[in-house]
């Protein structure tokens, strides 16, 4: 939103103040009035009857609860003139927000108005409006001189050797056949063929979806993310501009950064860390999305052909030989086919849940879903709006894979642990993956898998960037990129993605069936020992010839066992560390996770220092529901079937250890206080001089006249009841174990009976005695391949436990009252208000300067450096 928006949404909302101030005075005088007019009458009937008159003339809502008709009455008044005070204190918050941003805000505000305004002429190395003085903590330096050593640092790489490990990779894909083409051959035919795919040229709309693209993957922020919200309302300008970028894809062959050098910037994540992110011109920006956009999907649709082409081994551990099939079809007739008919053994699940949510998952299905936020912040996305995502909405955000991922991982452990006495599990990334990522690599798999040299002349170009840094001012030096890819473009995840596809394929091959869990370079595969030592040898080997590097701090092998007398050390095969998600580390011992409190003390420092830099109430909510309800929440895992209720008790001690901390350390210790709402009671009586502010005007949401503060600690009761009521996650499978033992003595007995109808096959292929019944081990030798009991098992262990609304609520009846729009109420029937407040308005609606808190939230939270 430009600055004269802005500021006409400013105006407005310092009327409002002034109408509200004005409102509140001719109400003091009404109720002055009415009190008068009550007092001087003599019977208790009289002094109702001047109450409802009083109400009825000067229009005051009213209402019976219960309580006697005059003590109602003399409430409803006294709420209305409450109403009128939160409202005029709502919109003084809104304006000290408004008046008093972050210094992350305003260097962030400075630093991008200095880029639009450069953006339509060549950078001037000399020109004194690029000014502001280098800032951040000693991190930033320290992390920005570690970054340039990896990306202005060429690593050459030995292509021809690369080529041929792809090749000996690949050999088992690329067998000679006399008329069809080979798995490999299709694949690069397909890449080749590159140039068919629609839509070829922009368009108005294309321009527009480029636009909200660009806007999600968090490239730009600030006024140059504000310039590109305002684009998409100019149809004169996204023709002009569409007009243009068909010309620049007409002469792609010669694309070029322009204009050039690129500024960089440090951008201070959540974590504390920090990312470099290119600033390019706009309609740069939108040129390279639409390329990656169009990349991205072309290379997803081909990826996944190749994936179901019968080159990927699909061969699990302990899988059924043909015989033993054989046996299983003469001994149990129909019984022996039903598990594969219904698709819902265990292996069957792993195998769906591969292919839909893990494999390749950084590149899009189509091209207006072909952009993803890069940062760590998760803006629109935390606890609340996570209960009410899965009842709605079937689609995943990576969060949301990630955490599909961590369940999965953790039912495997509970199922292996059961079946097979143990459990191994390994976890590793790439040290600076983005930065690191060597030139020569790029190119060596892009030519293997077939791209025509038109389009690695301009990913050449488009990987060698001239860059320059925004904080150095006008005497900052050029220089060109010589590794890595660039941050927050879909092309860099198209190109790492390739790369990382031939990763995919290796550890399957070389694992022997097993697949390789990942999300973008966070690797994780798990099963049994003998499987995990080749997979990890076969991470090794990929990383040699590619030159990756492995990050030694975020690499591990952990064993669980059933009978902790028979555990043994680590194979020399796997590699020693922990195995970490988030805020939380498994224990073998225990076999759960369990929080590091380590981390979680490390954090909490982190927020006590980005929290000491808001300067405004609002202000300290956006972060505080930013980290401590979406952050911190999400990296100590969310409740689910396969954690237990054990995890949730964990994580509500967890948080109410962080905010005994935290508030302890924000007012240093001088005050008694642990509470989110308690501290800003405080925060807000030094402030503005209100006393004793209540509970539902901090929490109910902005909608309806509150602030909005999120309390972490509510999805975990809501969902603790329902945990309780469920068994252990262990006895899901010893459930299954024991319906299995009943499925063999019905199907015995039904054998034993002449029931069975038996399969033709030869009495030699299946027994020496065609008539002795399998035995019990025998009948569960595959149970991950048989077992429907088991399958329905491992699906109810891997489902996320969710808020329900509170018993005897419908989905909107806490806000049946009011009247809002249908955008609004789908955002406040979530689960979670039903255990707030119910339907209370805590201002008037008209007064409250929602226009402005749209604005003001409408930028994620930017994190000081």
């Known amino acids: ?27 003091n005088e009404i109720k002055a009035y009415i009190q008068y007019q009550v007092a001087s009458k003599s019977t208790k009937t009289e002094q109702i009857q001047a109450l409802l008159h009083g109400c009825k003339t000067y229009g005051i809502t009213t209402g019976r609860n219960g309580m006697s008709i005059k003590n109602t009455l003399q409430r409803d008044i006294e709420i209305q003139g409450v109403k009128y005070e939160y409202a005029s204190l709502f919109g003084k918050l809104v304006t000290e927000w408004m008046q008093n941003p972050n210094d992350a805000i305003k260097q962030l505000n400075a630093s991008t108005e200095q880029q639009v305004d450069t953006d339509d002429s060549n950078y001037d190395s000399t020109s004194t409006s690029d000014s502001f003085e280098p800032v951040g903590r000693k991190e930033m330096h320290e992390q920005r001189q570690e970054w340039e050593s990896y990306a202005f640092v060429g690593l050459e790489r030995d292509q021809i050797a690369i080529d041929e490990y792809l090749n000996d990779l690949f050999s088992s894909a690329k067998q000679a056949k006399k008329v069809k083409e080979t798995p490999l051959h299709q694949l690069q035919t397909t890449m080749s063929n590159f140039d068919v795919m629609e839509p070829k040229r922009f368009t108005e ?9 660009v806007i999600q993957s968090d490239l730009f ?61 706009i309609h740069q920006a939108l040129f390279l999305h639409f390329i990656g956009a169009r990349w991205s999907v072309y290379m997803k649709k081909a990826f996944t052909a190749f994936y179901h082409s019968g080159a990927w081994s699909q061969t699990p551990f302990r899988a059924m030989d043909r015989k033993s099939r054989r046996r299983r079809e003469h001994f149990l007739g129909p019984a022996a086919r039903v598990a594969r008919n219904r698709q819902i053994t265990v292996r069957d699940t792993r195998r769906r849940m591969y292919h839909t949510e893990f494999f390749m998952t ?63 599990i390994v976890q590793s990334d790439f040290k600076w993956f983005g930065p690191a990522m060597p030139h020569d690599t790029i190119f060596a798999v892009l030519k293997f898998l077939g791209i025509k040299s038109q389009w690695l002349t301009f990913f050449r170009a488009f990987l060698e960037t001239p860059t320059v840094w925004s904080q150095d001012g006008p005497s900052g030096s050029v220089t060109t990129r010589k590794r890595g890819i660039p941050m927050s473009h879909v092309l860099s995840d198209a190109l790492g993605e390739a790369v990382l596809f031939c990763l995919d394929f290796a550890v399957n091959q070389k694992s022997g069936g097993s697949d390789l869990y990942r999300f973008h370079d966070d690797l994780l595969f798990w099963g049994q020992e ?62 759960r996770w369990l929080v590091d409190e380590s981390k979680i003390k490390e954090h909490v420092a982190e927020l006590h ?28 895992g969310r409740p689910a079937a396969c954690f237990g209720v054990e995890h949730v008790e964990m994580v509500t ?51 309806l006249g509150g602030l909005g503060v999120r309390n972490p600690l509510i999805p975990l009761n809501a969902v603790r009841d329902i945990q309780v009521k469920k068994t252990l996650p262990e006895d899901e499978i010893r459930r299954a174990f024991e319906e299995d033992e009943e499925e063999y003595e019905a199907a015995k007995k039904r054998f034993e009976q002449g029931d069975t109808r038996l399969a033709s096959y030869p009495p030699d292929q299946v027994s020496d005695s065609a008539e002795q019944f399998l035995s019990l081990a025998e009948f569960t030798s595959f149970r991950e391949e048989t077992s429907t009991n088991l399958g329905s098992a491992f699906n109810a262990l891997l ?67």
Request: proline share 5%; hydrophobic share 40%.
């Open 609 to 636: 220092r980005q929290l000491k830099t808001c300067r405004s109430v609002f202000a300290w909510i956006q972060a505080w529901n930013s980290y401590v309800c979406r952050f911190l929440a999400t990296n100590m």
């Open 205 to 213: 709309d294309i321009v527009r979806w480029c636009i909200d693209g």
């Open 221 to 281: 922020a600030g006024q140059k993310r504000k310039a590109l919200v305002d684009l998409k309302s100019c149809p004169a300008v996204l023709k002009e501009m569409a007009d243009v970028l068909n010309m620049d894809l007409d002469g792609i062959e010669d694309w070029k950064w322009d204009p050039a050098p690129v500024r960089l910037s440090m951008r201070p994540q959540l974590n504390g860390k920090y990312r470099v992110y290119n600033h390019e011109e």
């Open 530 to 591: 003998s499987v995990c030592i080749r997979a990890w040898k076969a991470l090794l080997d990929f990383s040699q010839v590619m030159g990756l590097e492995l990050n030694e701090k975020k690499t591990g092998s952990v064993q669980v066992f059933e009978d902790q007398p028979v555990a043994r050390p680590l194979a020399e095969g796997l590699p020693a560390g922990d195995i970490t998600w988030g805020f939380l580390r498994l224990d073998p011992s225990e076999c």
């Open 362 to 424: 950084q590149l899009p299905n189509a091209l207006k879903t072909a952009s993803r936020d890069h940062g760590d912040d998760g803006h629109q996305e935390d606890l609340i709006s996570y209960s009410q995502k899965h009842v709605a909405d079937t689609s995943k955000s990576p969060l949301e894979i990630k955490e599909s991922m961590h369940r999965l991982a953790t039912t495997d452990l509970l199922l292996n642990k059961k079946l097979y006495g143990e459990f191994t």
């Open 653 to 703: 001690r967890a948080f109410a250890d962080i905010q005994r901390t935290l508030f302890q350390e924000l007012l240093a210790g001088e005050e008694d206080c642990s509470s989110v709402n308690e501290f800003l009671r405080r925060q807000i009586k030094a402030r503005f001089g209100v006393d004793n502010v209540p509970d539902g005007f901090l929490f109910f949401p902005t909608r």
């Open 799 to 865: 489902q996320p436990t969710v808020m329900h609304n509170l018993e005897g609520w419908g989905d909107s009846a806490p806000f049946a009252d009011f009247t809002y729009s249908g955008q609004e109420m789908g955002k406040l029937r979530d689960p979670y208000w039903t255990w707030i407040f119910g339907g209370i308005e805590i201002g008037k609606k008209g007064m409250l300067p929602l226009g402005l808190v749209d604005e003001l939230e409408s930028e994620r939270p930017r994190w000081s450096g």
């Open 1 to 27: 939103m430009d600055s004269a928006v802005r500021s006409t949404l400013y105006h407005v909302t310092d009327r409002k103040l002034k109408k509200i101030a004005a409102q509140i005075e001719r109400y």
